[in-house]
């Protein structure tokens, strides 16, 4: 490195030389330990400079840190500002906050206030409740037959006593208008007399009322009965109108449906005509058919025939052509011996064509009879043939059908045993439902016969409730209605008595206390009587005298 260095500026100011960084001495310039510094080439810097140069190498981070603590500070003021003012009442915002607590707390008290009320009206809403429900079960058990029965008891006391008071009353007053009888009596007669005169005269005037009204229905009644004559005898009017034409309609209804019936008869008849008709045609078609079999056979046996024949006839016609030849070539030949040997040579010439002629046209015959023959053979072998080829075909046919139902035979019996097994899978899965069901039934049986004689406990023991609250009920009315002064209480003791039910029997101890009737056997099916006669007594002593001395209901 080189010994020059350079200045450093700062602003306006002029700087310090830069402090050259001293070169790094090579390896061979250590000797021993330590390294050889040039002090002349070192810049000693003070304190201040050093501060300064660190200061603008960090300034952003000064900034930061002074805006921070600055920042901190208005804040730190701010909350002391808050603290000290917060509990000022004479500025605006310890003002509103004195209103608020006060709203605050005039709504507390409020809330309490509200609470309160409606727990003193859940209070008394609730006691409303538990005094209707008390009044409709006081209403329903006064609907109860017993106390309704109770009650009409204490009704005819109170009319008892009633009775015997107003009895006192009477003979009080007796006692006491004896001596003004007469008086009364004569002034009750004229009373009498007087009241006998109008009455009589109303009783006139209603009389010709009644007169009046009587003439006056009796119009009326004859009028209707007039209106109603002339209805009916319209109505009958109709009627006949109706029936006249309701005849009409039959009529024609029974003639659409004889039409209708005509029709079809000849329908029917025509169908079956028709199907005649095609019987008969198919039957004549194969009547025909076989005609025209039996004709075509015929006719070609017949042919056959009538070649074979012909053939002879021909060979016969030959053989005499033949013969006439020779007889006339021997009679010409005597009686013109004298001709020329060129007439004799022409005349056999013109019989040799002629036969040769004949010859020719006889086996074109022949072979379009050959032809014929053996394509009717090619026919009839082509026919046998065929059919022999369609019988192996039925005849395979009729194996495969034969493997097919085997087949499905056998697949069908399969099915079947799949199916009888599931039915029988199914069967004792059945069976075990049914088991489990009968278990349940019998759980579900037990079961309800607990709860039915816990139900007849609870019922048992609100039965005996109720007696023990309609004995103490009776017992208090009874006591009321001694104080009033109700000399005859016979009624309320007998609707008082043990037992609910109301009937003439013994009470049930294991039946809730009830009290049954009990009805005769004949078909009046009254109740038996309460009473006891002497017979019974004697009864019992002579059936059974020494097995209990107690009564046991069943004479009452």
Known sequence: MSASSTKVMHGRRQGQMKTPVPERPHSGTQQGGATRVNLNDVTILSRKDWTRIQDCLSKTSHEAERIKAEQEDREIRHEMSQGLVKNWS???????QKRLEGRK????????????????????KAEKRKSAIEKAKRQQYYQTDRVKGFHGALLLTEVLREREAQLDLKSQIEAANAGKDSVYQKQIQEELERSTLVEQKKAANRRQ????????????????MREREQEQDIDREEGKDIQHSLRQYEAEKRRITDIEQKEKREMMQALQETVANREIMKAIEQQRQLEEDDEIRKFAEAKKKMTRLRKQKDSELFAQRQAFTNRQVEALGKNQQLQLDDEDQRIALAVGEQ???KDREDREKDEKMMKMYAAMAKHREQQ????EKQEREEHKRAEEMLYTRLEADAAYKLKQQEKNQQNYEKKKELQGVHLDQMDKRKENVKAQRHSDIKFDKQNYDLLSLEEQQFQDYAVHVIEEAKGRGCKNVYPLVKAARDGAGGGHGPVFEGKGGIRPSYLVSDPSGIEMPFYQKD????????????LSGNRLGFVW
């Open 90 to 96: 004479n500025t605006i915002a310890g003002q509103r």
């Open 105 to 124: 707390i005039r709504e507390e008290k409020d809330e309490e206030e509200r609470i309160q009320i409606d727990i003193e009206e859940e209070i008394y």
């Open 209 to 224: 009322n009644n007169e009046d009204n009587a003439s006056y229905h009796k119009k009326q009644i004859r009028h209707h």
């Open 355 to 357: 036969e040769a002629k």
């Open 384 to 387: 046998v043939s065929l059919k």
């Open 535 to 546: 017979t019974t007594e004697e009864i019992k002593n002579n059936h059974k005298p020494d």
